[in-house]
């Protein structure tokens, strides 16, 4: 069975710091993995889903206006594994976290939920 799994959600004060983690699981979709390019997405409340980081196969990376220089994506890909570490964050930041192939497939995660508030 083909899985992604989220992780390192959780509530954070304006200003600080998470590390999200996403797991890719299953034959297919860990070689997918190793040949695709991978991004992070964010839904906010009432808003569609954004994508805000994506990293190539190479380690190339791409962020949104919104979280550049803030945020940083990494992936491991003896691991199977992405992260988004996320520094100085912003009320605005607050969503639920995915991670998906770039562009997206259809099948999305559970996602990892972030509260940024005081």
């Known amino acids: 069975q083909v899985q992604l799994v989220e992780s390192g959600g959780g509530l954070v004060q304006p200003g600080g710091s998470l590390r999200l983690s996403c797991a890719a699981s299953g034959n297919i979709f860990s070689i997918i993995f190793k040949i695709s390019s991978m991004g992070w997405y964010r839904r906010a409340p009432g808003k569609e889903r954004e994508l805000v980081a994506a990293i190539t196969v190479r380690g190339t990376t791409n962020y949104a206006d919104s979280v550049k220089g803030r945020f940083t994506i990494s992936r491991d890909n003896a691991k199977n594994t992405v992260y988004l570490q996320m520094n100085s964050l912003k009320p605005e930041d607050t969503a639920v976290y995915y991670c998906?192939?770039?562009?997206?497939?259809?099948?999305w995660g559970q996602g990892t939920q972030v509260t940024v508030s005081s």
């Open positions: 998906n192939t770039d562009p997206a497939k259809d099948s």
